[in-house]
C-alpha cells in the first residue's frame, strides 16, 4: 500500500521537473542564432572595409599631396562615392555584430556583454562622424573640373576633409580594441569559445590601441602591427559560422541542483 502511494507521486515528480538537457539545448539555441548572425556580419563588413576603403577610397590619396589625391578622386568619382558607401554600410554591420556578440556572449556575463556592446556602437558612431568627412571631400571634388581661381584652396580642403576622416578613425580604433579585449574576457570565460581564440582576440586589440596612439605620436609615419594581429578578429568571424552552430552553453545552476527526495 506504502509502495502503491508513493510510486505515483514520485513520477508526477520526476515529470514536473523539466529535464537538464533539454533546457541546456534551449538556451544553446539563441546564441547558435546569433553566432550566424554575428559571424557573417563580421565577414561581411571586412569585404566592405577592404573594398570600401583599402581600394576605393586611400588608393586615390596621396598623402601631402592635395592636388594628385584631388585628381584621383575626380578622375575615379564614382568608385569613390561607392567607397563612401560601402563604408556607411560597415557602420550598420558594425550595429549588427554588436548586437549579435551580445546574445552570443550574454551567457557569461549579462552586463559586460552589454557593456560590450554598447562599446561597439560608441565605436560604429564615431567611425559614421569620420565617414562623414569623405564625403565633403566628395561633393568638393564632385564637379567635372575646379575653377582655376580657387583650385588650390579647394583641393587643400578637400585633403582636410580627408586627414580628419583618418585622425577620427584613429580616435575611434581605441575604443574599438578596447571592446575587442572585452570580448576577448568573454570568449575566455565562457567555456564554449577556444581560449586560444580569445587570446588572438586581445592581441588583435592590443594591435589597433597600440597602433592608433602611434599614429598620434608619430605624426602619421607609423608601420601598422594591426594588418598582422587583425587576424584574431577573422579568425573569430569564421569561428562563429562554421562552429558557432555547435555551441552548447552549459547551466551549471541545473548541474548543481540535485532533484530532493519526493514528498
Known amino acids: 500500500m506504502t509502495h502503491h502511494t ?20 534551449d538556451a544553446s539555441r539563441p546564441v547558435r542564432k546569433a553566432s550566424l548572425i554575428a559571424g557573417v556580419a563580421l565577414l561581411l563588413m571586412s569585404a566592405l572595409a577592404g573594398f570600401g576603403y583599402d581600394f576605393a577610397i586611400h588608393g586615390r590619396i ?14 575615379h568619382q564614382g568608385l569613390f562615392r561607392v567607397g563612401i558607401a560601402s563604408l556607411f554600410l560597415v ?16 551567457p557569461v556575463s549579462k552586463p559586460i556583454s552589454a557593456v560590450a556592446a554598447g562599446m561597439r556602437i560608441v565605436y560604429a558612431g564615431i567611425f559614421a562622424v569620420a565617414v562623414f568627412q569623405l564625403t565633403g571631400a566628395a561633393r568638393l571634388l564632385g ?9 588650390a584652396r579647394v ?5 582636410s576633409d580627408i586627414n580628419r576622416f583618418t585622425d577620427i578613425w584613429d580616435a575611434g580604433l581605441i575604443v574599438f580594441g578596447l571592446y575587442l579585449l572585452v570580448i576577448a574576457w568573454l570568449a575566455w570565460r565562457s567555456g564554449y569559445v577556444p581560449r586560444l581564440l580569445g587570446v588572438l582576440v586581445a592581441i588583435a586589440g592590443l594591435g589597433y590601441i597600440y597602433d592608433s596612439i602611434g ?31 555547435r555551441i552548447t552553453v552549459s547551466q551549471p545552476a541545473l548541474r548543481a541542483e540535485p532533484a530532493g527526495p519526493a514528498r
Request: hydrophobic share 50%; no cysteine.
Open 91 to 106: 557602420i550598420v554591420l558594425d550595429v549588427v555584430a554588436a548586437l549579435g556578440l551580445y546574445w552570443v556572449f550574454r
Open 6 to 25: 508513493a510510486g505515483p507521486a514520485a513520477r508526477r515528480h520526476a515529470n514536473d521537473a523539466p529535464p537538464s538537457f533539454q533546457q541546456g539545448t
Open 155 to 159: 583641393q587643400a580642403q578637400a585633403l
Open 143 to 151: 564637379g567635372a573640373s575646379l575653377p582655376a581661381s580657387g583650385a
Open 215 to 245: 599614429q598620434f605620436v608619430s605624426g602619421g609615419s607609423w608601420t601598422q602591427v594591426s594588418t598582422v594581429t587583425f587576424i584574431g578578429e577573422f579568425l573569430l568571424a569564421l569561428w562563429l559560422v562554421i562552429w558557432g552552430r
Open 62 to 75: 596621396t598623402r601631402g599631396n592635395a592636388a594628385r589625391t584631388a585628381q584621383d578622386i575626380m578622375a
